[in-house]
Protein backbone atom coordinates (compact mmCIF):
# COMPACT_ATOMS: atom_id res chain seq x y z
CA UNK A 1 0.00 0.00 0.00
CA UNK A 2 2.79 2.50 1.32
CA UNK A 3 4.38 1.45 -2.17
CA UNK A 4 1.61 2.66 -4.06
CA UNK A 5 0.70 5.44 -2.54
CA UNK A 6 4.34 7.11 -3.09
CA UNK A 7 4.86 5.86 -6.47
CA UNK A 8 0.99 8.81 -6.18
CA UNK A 9 2.56 11.44 -5.29
CA UNK A 10 6.12 11.04 -7.14
CA UNK A 11 4.05 11.15 -10.24
CA UNK A 12 1.89 13.88 -9.24
CA UNK A 13 5.13 15.65 -9.19
CA UNK A 14 6.41 14.60 -12.21
CA UNK A 15 2.84 16.11 -13.50
CA UNK A 16 3.61 19.47 -11.47
CA UNK A 17 6.90 20.12 -12.74
CA UNK A 18 6.60 19.10 -16.50
CA UNK A 19 3.35 21.58 -16.46
CA UNK A 20 4.48 24.56 -14.06
CA UNK A 21 3.57 25.12 -10.78
CA UNK A 22 1.00 28.36 -11.29
CA UNK A 23 2.13 32.16 -9.67
CA UNK A 24 0.62 34.35 -8.30
CA UNK A 25 0.23 37.76 -11.24
CA UNK A 26 2.15 40.70 -10.13
CA UNK A 27 1.13 44.06 -10.20
CA UNK A 28 2.33 47.36 -11.53
CA UNK A 29 2.63 50.42 -9.26
CA UNK A 30 -0.53 51.87 -10.22
CA UNK A 31 -2.47 48.52 -9.75
CA UNK A 32 -3.04 47.16 -12.92
CA UNK A 33 -2.39 43.77 -13.76
CA UNK A 34 1.12 43.03 -15.57
CA UNK A 35 0.56 42.19 -19.43
CA UNK A 36 2.38 38.80 -19.27
CA UNK A 37 5.63 37.72 -21.11
CA UNK A 38 6.30 37.64 -24.51
CA UNK A 39 7.29 34.25 -25.66
CA UNK A 40 9.89 33.68 -28.46
CA UNK A 41 7.35 34.25 -31.07
CA UNK A 42 6.85 37.67 -29.37
CA UNK A 43 3.20 37.23 -28.04
CA UNK A 44 1.98 37.57 -24.81
CA UNK A 45 1.33 35.00 -22.97
CA UNK A 46 0.42 33.83 -19.38
CA UNK A 47 -2.22 36.97 -18.79
CA UNK A 48 -5.86 37.04 -19.09
CA UNK A 49 -6.35 40.04 -17.74
CA UNK A 50 -7.35 43.20 -19.44
CA UNK A 51 -4.82 45.68 -21.21
CA UNK A 52 -5.20 49.01 -19.26
CA UNK A 53 -4.46 51.84 -22.00
CA UNK A 54 -5.47 54.57 -19.56
CA UNK A 55 -2.08 57.10 -20.22
CA UNK A 56 -1.38 58.89 -16.95
CA UNK A 57 0.40 61.80 -18.31
CA UNK A 58 0.76 63.56 -21.53
CA UNK A 59 4.55 63.33 -21.91
CA UNK A 60 7.08 60.27 -20.96
CA UNK A 61 7.98 61.30 -18.06
CA UNK A 62 6.04 64.22 -17.48
CA UNK A 63 4.51 62.52 -14.34
CA UNK A 64 1.86 65.49 -14.15
CA UNK A 65 -0.98 66.09 -17.01
CA UNK A 66 0.19 69.70 -19.22
CA UNK A 67 -2.71 72.05 -18.62
CA UNK A 68 -3.91 70.55 -15.56
CA UNK A 69 -4.84 70.06 -12.57
CA UNK A 70 -4.22 73.99 -11.35
CA UNK A 71 -7.13 76.74 -12.00
CA UNK A 72 -6.98 78.17 -15.65
CA UNK A 73 -6.53 81.36 -13.37
CA UNK A 74 -4.28 80.27 -11.01
CA UNK A 75 -1.33 81.77 -12.59
CA UNK A 76 2.75 80.27 -11.81
CA UNK A 77 5.08 82.08 -9.84
CA UNK A 78 6.99 83.80 -12.76
CA UNK A 79 10.32 81.65 -13.25
CA UNK A 80 12.07 84.21 -15.25
CA UNK A 81 15.16 86.06 -14.07
CA UNK A 82 15.43 89.62 -13.92
CA UNK A 83 18.81 91.26 -15.15
CA UNK A 84 21.06 92.44 -13.03
CA UNK A 85 21.10 96.11 -12.05
CA UNK A 86 23.78 98.08 -13.52
CA UNK A 87 24.94 99.56 -10.13
CA UNK A 88 27.81 98.27 -8.26
CA UNK A 89 26.00 99.12 -4.81
CA UNK A 90 22.83 96.79 -4.84
CA UNK A 91 20.56 97.80 -1.90
CA UNK A 92 18.78 95.13 -0.99
CA UNK A 93 15.93 94.76 1.68
CA UNK A 94 13.59 91.79 2.87
CA UNK A 95 10.64 91.55 5.33
CA UNK A 96 10.05 88.70 6.84
CA UNK A 97 6.01 87.49 7.61
CA UNK A 98 4.15 84.99 8.38
CA UNK A 99 1.95 84.09 4.92
CA UNK A 100 -0.71 81.65 4.09
CA UNK A 101 0.34 80.69 0.75
CA UNK A 102 -0.91 77.96 -1.78
CA UNK A 103 1.41 74.99 -2.82
CA UNK A 104 -0.79 72.53 -4.46
CA UNK A 105 -4.21 72.19 -5.85
CA UNK A 106 -6.54 73.32 -2.34
CA UNK A 107 -3.65 73.04 -0.45
CA UNK A 108 -2.85 76.34 1.49
CA UNK A 109 0.01 76.29 3.99
CA UNK A 110 0.86 78.76 7.14
CA UNK A 111 4.41 79.31 5.65
CA UNK A 112 7.10 82.04 6.99
CA UNK A 113 8.13 83.60 4.32
CA UNK A 114 10.61 86.25 3.11
CA UNK A 115 8.86 89.02 1.63
CA UNK A 116 5.68 86.94 1.44
CA UNK A 117 6.36 84.38 -0.74
CA UNK A 118 7.68 80.87 -1.06
CA UNK A 119 10.57 80.84 -2.22
CA UNK A 120 11.43 84.65 -1.39
CA UNK A 121 12.52 86.62 -4.31
CA UNK A 122 15.05 85.95 -6.78
CA UNK A 123 18.00 88.32 -6.32
CA UNK A 124 20.68 88.96 -8.92
CA UNK A 125 24.06 91.19 -8.87
CA UNK A 126 27.40 90.99 -11.00
CA UNK A 127 30.36 89.56 -9.77
CA UNK A 128 32.50 92.14 -7.59
CA UNK A 129 29.19 94.01 -6.36
CA UNK A 130 28.40 95.14 -2.65
CA UNK A 131 25.11 93.68 -1.21
CA UNK A 132 23.48 96.42 0.82
CA UNK A 133 21.35 94.61 3.01
CA UNK A 134 18.49 95.19 5.62
CA UNK A 135 16.14 92.49 6.87
CA UNK A 136 12.81 93.43 9.07
CA UNK A 137 11.63 90.77 11.04
CA UNK A 138 7.52 91.45 11.24
CA UNK A 139 6.76 87.56 12.70
CA UNK A 140 6.12 86.82 15.93
CA UNK A 141 9.69 84.50 16.76
CA UNK A 142 13.25 85.39 16.01
CA UNK A 143 14.78 84.33 12.48
CA UNK A 144 18.10 85.02 10.59
CA UNK A 145 19.47 85.51 7.55
CA UNK A 146 22.51 83.51 5.69
CA UNK A 147 23.82 84.21 2.84
CA UNK A 148 25.72 81.34 0.59
CA UNK A 149 27.23 83.98 -1.46
CA UNK A 150 28.60 85.65 1.06
CA UNK A 151 32.53 85.47 2.73
CA UNK A 152 31.44 87.12 6.08
CA UNK A 153 31.58 85.51 9.51
CA UNK A 154 28.10 83.97 10.74
CA UNK A 155 28.89 85.56 14.35
CA UNK A 156 28.84 88.76 14.05
CA UNK A 157 26.20 88.87 10.72
CA UNK A 158 24.04 85.99 10.89
CA UNK A 159 22.34 86.55 14.31
CA UNK A 160 18.81 86.10 15.76
CA UNK A 161 16.84 88.70 14.67
CA UNK A 162 13.86 89.32 17.34
CA UNK A 163 10.29 90.49 16.39
CA UNK A 164 9.94 93.63 15.16
CA UNK A 165 13.94 94.68 14.78
CA UNK A 166 15.87 94.72 12.21
CA UNK A 167 19.63 94.34 10.92
CA UNK A 168 21.62 95.72 8.44
CA UNK A 169 24.92 94.37 7.29
CA UNK A 170 26.98 94.59 3.52
CA UNK A 171 29.34 92.10 2.14
CA UNK A 172 30.44 91.69 -1.62
CA UNK A 173 29.68 89.26 -4.27
CA UNK A 174 33.01 87.93 -5.27
CA UNK A 175 32.22 84.13 -6.36
CA UNK A 176 29.65 83.57 -9.20
CA UNK A 177 27.19 81.14 -9.77
CA UNK A 178 23.98 80.14 -8.33
CA UNK A 179 23.37 80.67 -4.62
CA UNK A 180 20.81 79.62 -1.97
CA UNK A 181 19.81 82.01 1.15
CA UNK A 182 17.83 80.89 4.24
CA UNK A 183 17.28 81.75 7.61
CA UNK A 184 19.80 80.53 9.77
CA UNK A 185 17.61 80.09 13.13
CA UNK A 186 18.01 76.62 15.29
CA UNK A 187 16.40 74.60 14.20
CA UNK A 188 17.18 75.52 10.94
CA UNK A 189 15.11 72.77 8.96
CA UNK A 190 12.39 74.31 10.57
CA UNK A 191 12.58 77.37 9.27
CA UNK A 192 13.65 75.83 5.68
CA UNK A 193 10.51 73.68 5.52
CA UNK A 194 8.51 76.32 6.55
CA UNK A 195 9.48 78.42 3.43
CA UNK A 196 12.20 80.90 4.74
CA UNK A 197 14.87 80.32 1.61
CA UNK A 198 15.26 81.67 -2.08
CA UNK A 199 18.12 82.10 -4.84
CA UNK A 200 20.77 84.54 -5.20
CA UNK A 201 22.54 84.76 -8.56
CA UNK A 202 25.96 86.49 -8.82
CA UNK A 203 26.76 86.54 -12.72
CA UNK A 204 30.82 86.24 -14.02
CA UNK A 205 32.65 89.74 -14.47
CA UNK A 206 32.98 88.65 -18.05
CA UNK A 207 29.89 88.70 -19.14
CA UNK A 208 27.85 85.02 -20.57
CA UNK A 209 26.51 84.98 -23.84
CA UNK A 210 22.80 86.26 -24.32
CA UNK A 211 20.10 83.97 -23.47
CA UNK A 212 16.69 83.04 -22.00
CA UNK A 213 17.35 82.86 -17.90
CA UNK A 214 15.04 81.59 -15.26
CA UNK A 215 15.44 80.42 -11.98
CA UNK A 216 14.04 77.30 -10.15
CA UNK A 217 14.17 76.56 -6.24
CA UNK A 218 13.38 73.10 -5.49
CA UNK A 219 11.94 72.49 -1.96
CA UNK A 220 10.21 70.22 0.47
CA UNK A 221 6.86 70.42 2.21
CA UNK A 222 6.01 68.07 5.39
CA UNK A 223 1.70 68.53 5.83
CA UNK A 224 0.16 67.72 9.07
CA UNK A 225 -2.03 65.65 8.13
CA UNK A 226 -4.79 67.33 10.11
CA UNK A 227 -5.31 71.22 8.52
CA UNK A 228 -6.18 73.86 11.24
CA UNK A 229 -9.41 75.54 11.60
CA UNK A 230 -9.40 78.02 8.83
CA UNK A 231 -8.11 75.17 6.76
CA UNK A 232 -4.67 76.13 6.15
CA UNK A 233 -2.05 72.93 6.75
CA UNK A 234 1.39 73.46 8.52
CA UNK A 235 4.60 71.35 9.04
CA UNK A 236 4.42 67.71 9.99
CA UNK A 237 8.13 67.63 12.31
CA UNK A 238 8.22 63.61 12.63
CA UNK A 239 7.82 63.41 8.53
CA UNK A 240 10.63 65.86 7.86
CA UNK A 241 12.84 64.11 10.25
CA UNK A 242 11.81 61.12 8.58
CA UNK A 243 12.56 62.65 4.81
CA UNK A 244 9.42 61.70 4.18
CA UNK A 245 7.39 65.18 2.11
CA UNK A 246 4.25 65.29 0.66
CA UNK A 247 5.09 67.77 -2.04
CA UNK A 248 8.36 68.45 -3.47
CA UNK A 249 8.35 71.59 -5.67
CA UNK A 250 9.44 73.77 -7.96
CA UNK A 251 9.38 77.69 -6.93
CA UNK A 252 6.88 77.08 -4.20
CA UNK A 253 4.12 74.96 -6.13
CA UNK A 254 3.62 71.60 -7.33
CA UNK A 255 2.93 71.08 -10.87
CA UNK A 256 2.95 74.35 -11.55
CA UNK A 257 4.89 74.28 -14.62
CA UNK A 258 3.44 71.40 -16.18
CA UNK A 259 0.00 72.98 -15.46
CA UNK A 260 1.55 76.45 -17.13
CA UNK A 261 4.19 75.36 -19.74
CA UNK A 262 7.06 77.87 -20.05
CA UNK A 263 7.49 79.20 -23.86
CA UNK A 264 10.82 78.94 -25.19
CA UNK A 265 11.58 78.72 -28.81
CA UNK A 266 13.75 76.32 -30.49
CA UNK A 267 17.23 76.62 -30.40
CA UNK A 268 17.01 79.32 -28.59
CA UNK A 269 19.95 79.08 -25.76
CA UNK A 270 18.53 78.79 -22.22
CA UNK A 271 20.21 78.87 -18.75
CA UNK A 272 18.70 77.96 -16.01
CA UNK A 273 20.17 78.78 -12.60
CA UNK A 274 19.15 75.83 -10.13
CA UNK A 275 19.20 75.85 -6.67
CA UNK A 276 17.77 73.04 -4.23
CA UNK A 277 17.02 74.50 -0.63
CA UNK A 278 15.78 70.94 0.76
CA UNK A 279 15.64 70.69 3.75
CA UNK A 280 16.38 67.23 2.94
CA UNK A 281 16.47 65.59 -0.31
CA UNK A 282 18.99 65.85 -3.49
CA UNK A 283 17.95 67.36 -6.40
CA UNK A 284 18.77 65.22 -9.85
CA UNK A 285 17.94 67.89 -12.24
CA UNK A 286 17.18 66.71 -15.64
CA UNK A 287 15.38 68.15 -18.72
CA UNK A 288 13.58 65.17 -20.95
CA UNK A 289 14.44 65.48 -24.97
CA UNK A 290 17.54 67.97 -23.87
CA UNK A 291 21.25 67.60 -23.23
CA UNK A 292 22.73 70.26 -21.28
CA UNK A 293 25.93 71.84 -23.35
CA UNK A 294 27.11 73.04 -20.36
CA UNK A 295 26.82 72.76 -16.39
CA UNK A 296 28.83 74.90 -14.03
CA UNK A 297 28.59 75.74 -10.42
CA UNK A 298 30.36 79.03 -9.92
CA UNK A 299 31.66 81.25 -13.19
CA UNK A 300 31.32 79.31 -16.66
CA UNK A 301 35.47 78.52 -16.17
CA UNK A 302 34.55 76.13 -13.44
CA UNK A 303 32.41 74.26 -15.28
CA UNK A 304 31.37 70.96 -14.22
CA UNK A 305 30.61 69.43 -17.52
CA UNK A 306 29.85 69.53 -21.27
CA UNK A 307 26.93 67.43 -22.73
CA UNK A 308 25.77 66.08 -19.44
CA UNK A 309 22.47 64.32 -19.46
CA UNK A 310 21.66 64.80 -15.37
CA UNK A 311 23.06 66.29 -12.33
CA UNK A 312 22.99 65.97 -8.96
CA UNK A 313 22.64 69.19 -6.56
CA UNK A 314 23.19 68.50 -3.27
CA UNK A 315 20.93 70.28 -0.54
CA UNK A 316 22.24 73.93 -0.20
CA UNK A 317 23.74 73.89 -3.58
CA UNK A 318 23.28 75.19 -6.86
CA UNK A 319 24.39 74.82 -10.39
CA UNK A 320 23.79 76.92 -13.80
CA UNK A 321 22.75 74.37 -16.96
CA UNK A 322 23.18 75.66 -20.67
CA UNK A 323 20.87 73.90 -23.04
CA UNK A 324 18.89 74.21 -26.23
CA UNK A 325 15.86 72.63 -27.16
CA UNK A 326 16.21 71.22 -30.88
CA UNK A 327 12.69 71.03 -32.36
CA UNK A 328 9.44 72.20 -31.84
CA UNK A 329 7.66 70.20 -28.85
CA UNK A 330 7.09 69.95 -24.97
CA UNK A 331 10.20 69.56 -22.65
CA UNK A 332 9.53 68.52 -19.43
CA UNK A 333 11.87 68.89 -16.32
CA UNK A 334 12.24 67.19 -13.63
CA UNK A 335 14.63 65.90 -10.46
CA UNK A 336 15.38 62.20 -11.96
CA UNK A 337 14.50 61.34 -8.50
CA UNK A 338 11.45 60.09 -9.83
CA UNK A 339 9.83 59.64 -6.11
CA UNK A 340 10.12 63.55 -6.14
CA UNK A 341 8.96 63.93 -9.43
CA UNK A 342 5.86 62.06 -8.69
CA UNK A 343 5.47 64.56 -5.69
CA UNK A 344 5.41 67.98 -7.66
CA UNK A 345 9.36 68.25 -8.95
CA UNK A 346 7.79 68.38 -12.55
CA UNK A 347 7.58 71.24 -15.11
CA UNK A 348 7.23 71.57 -19.13
CA UNK A 349 9.27 73.92 -21.71
CA UNK A 350 7.29 74.51 -24.57
CA UNK A 351 9.45 75.37 -28.12
CA UNK A 352 6.77 76.93 -30.40
CA UNK A 353 8.50 77.66 -33.78
CA UNK A 354 8.28 81.51 -34.69
CA UNK A 355 4.82 82.34 -36.17
CA UNK A 356 3.41 78.50 -34.73
CA UNK A 357 0.89 79.09 -32.29
CA UNK A 358 1.06 76.94 -29.05
CA UNK A 359 -0.52 74.26 -28.43
CA UNK A 360 -3.77 73.89 -26.73
CA UNK A 361 -3.51 72.76 -23.01
CA UNK A 362 -4.83 69.40 -22.00
CA UNK A 363 -8.24 69.63 -20.21
CA UNK A 364 -7.34 69.00 -16.06
CA UNK A 365 -7.28 65.54 -14.81
CA UNK A 366 -9.97 65.04 -12.26
CA UNK A 367 -8.70 64.81 -8.91
Known sequence: MCRHSCMATLFASLLLAACGSPRPRERTPSGAPSP??????GETVGSQEEVDTTSPADVSHGEAVIGGPWEADSAPRPAGLA?????????IRLEIKHATITIAPEVRYAAWTFGGSVPGPALHVRQGDTVDFTLLNHG????????HAAEIAPSKYYRNLMPGDSLHYRFVARVPGAFMYHCGTAPVALHIANGMYGALVVDPA??????REFFFVQSEFYLNPKPSADGTRSLDWEKLLSL?????????????YASHPIDVKPNELLRLYVVNAGPNRISSFHVVGGIFER???????AGVGV???????????GSVFQLRLREPGDYPFVT???ADATKGAVGVFRATAPGEKPAALSPPMAH
Not at 36 to 41: H, L, S, W
Not at 83 to 91: G, K
Not at 206 to 211: D, E, F, G, N, T
Not at 307 to 317: L, S, Y
Request: glycine residues 12%.
Open 36 to 41: GVADNR
Open 336 to 338: HAF
Open 295 to 301: VYGGGPD
Open 83 to 91: PAEHSRLRR
Open 307 to 317: GVQTVNIPVGG
Open 206 to 211: KPLPPA
Open 244 to 256: APDHVVFNGRADQ
Open 140 to 147: NIPHSMDF
